[in-house]
């Protein structure tokens, strides 16, 4: 249950450190401010049974850009986040891009089948990903230059 309190002091501390406001962050919500108020609340020190739903939870880390809740869900269960708005792509194409994976991935595996220490492999596996999250960026970007292709996206 501690990491449910915790979770919830998150939500109401980026609630609080909003430059929107309460009011603001409630109407959004299309809730009274006392209804927000009580579902960020402590379990323990609630008097009814408003609780933040998941949508909600989720238009909070939007409106608040506070993402330490979500961070703490992810750490919690094992996860690490990455914001793939910070990463940008190092190849002037897609196609360059892609292509641009294929070394670092031989090295990888490479490392591992002559048995490289763990910190080697590891370090060769960061270079990996690295690529893949440039080549996912790099194709989002491609997709928004087409007209109707880009809904919902990240």
Do not use: W
Not at 103 to 127: C, I, Q, W, Y
């Amino acid at each position: 249950m501690a990491g449910i309190r915790d979770l919830t002091a998150l939500f109401q501390d980026a609630v609080q450190k909003s430059n929107m406001g309460v009011k603001a962050i409630a109407s959004e919500l299309d809730k009274a401010p006392s209804t927000l108020y009580e579902e960020l609340l402590p379990v323990v020190n609630r008097t009814g049974q408003a609780k933040l739903g998941v949508e909600d939870a989720v238009t909070l880390l939007e409106l608040t850009q506070d993402f330490r809740p979500l961070e703490h869900i992810a750490s919690r269960l094992g996860f690490v986040l990455v914001k793939l708005d910070s990463i940008c792509p190092d190849k002037p194409t897609l196609v360059d891009e892609l292509l641009d994976d294929l070394p670092a991935l031989a090295a990888f595996h490479l490392a591992m089948r002559e048995g490289n220490s763990l910190t080697d492999v590891h370090g060769k596996l960061m270079e990996v990903e690295k690529d893949l999250r440039e080549d996912f960026v790099a194709y989002r970007e491609e997709l928004a230059k087409r007209p109707g292709r880009m809904k919902g996206a990240a």
